[in-house]
């Protein structure tokens, strides 16, 4: 069974840092692109930052570019997150999300298993 | 950056009715279109890919049918446990964005 338990989320002061993990399980984690997405309290999903299979490619959204970093263990089967000079707007649940992956590159886009999430909350 | 809407942002309909809603891209994305299904409470589910490649174990009565710029997700026949919010995902390049969902509820 396929299965990511995210951690490290909690209570942070606005310009703070945490950082994510994500332990995954069930399936052959290096083979895999693996993503983090958001989603804000009452709101929709928010595609965060994807990573590649070894790593040597990662991708981030305009919102937290130059202030997040994605990264993989491939021998800890585990994906990180950090999250640097943390806003309130950055207040969210994070979810780990394992792409679907295939024989093209395009299915390492599009998300086919999800973490329960962690929380994510910056306040004074 | 292209931009994804969706239509409509909440519906309420009958159980056994046909639902459709639409997804639509700023930009041509040809078929490069995810759906995903969030029930209230619950992490988001992956439902298509392609705009119409159903994933396995999702239920038959969900299609999907679109490409360039227009797209729909159709439940032929709502059931009670298809309430939730449902998502279309851009995949074509960087950023993967989401569209702002469609909550379904039933009448």
Redesign the interface.
């Known amino acids: 069974e396929v299965k990511m338990v995210e951690s490290g989320g909690g209570l942070v002061q606005p310009g703070g840092s945490l950082r994510l993990s994500c332990a995954a399980s069930g399936f052959t984690f290096s083979n895999y692109a693996m993503s983090w997405v958001r989603q804000a309290p009452g709101k929709g999903l928010e595609w965060v930052s994807s990573i590649s299979t070894s790593g040597s490619s990662t991708d981030y959204a305009d919102s937290v570019k130059h202030h997040f970093t994605i990264s993989r263990d491939n021998s800890k089967n585990t994906l990180y997150l950090e999250m640097n000079s943390l806003r309130a707007e950055d207040t969210a649940i994070y979810y780990c999300a394992k792409a679907k992956g295939g024989v093209t590159i395009l299915g390492n886009r599009y998300f086919d298993s999800w973490g329960q999430g962690t929380l994510v909350t910056v306040s004074s | 950056?292209i931009q994804m809407t969706q239509s409509p942002s909440s519906l309420s309909a009958s159980v056994g009715d046909r639902v459709t809603i639409t997804c639509r891209a700023s930009q041509v994305i040809r078929n490069?279109l995810?759906w995903?299904q969030?029930k209230p409470g619950k992490?988001?589910?992956?439902l298509m890919?392609a705009a119409n490649t159903l994933?396995s174990g999702v239920p038959s009565r969900f299609s999907g049918s679109g490409s360039g710029t227009d797209f729909t997700l159709t439940i032929s026949s709502l059931q009670p446990e298809d309430v939730a919010?449902y998502?279309c995902?851009k995949?074509d390049t960087?950023?993967?964005?989401?569209?702002?969902?469609t909550k379904v509820e039933i009448k």
């Open positions: 950056d490069y995810a995903y969030q992490v988001p589910k992956f890919y994933q919010t998502y995902q995949y960087a950023p993967f964005t989401f569209g702002p969902g």
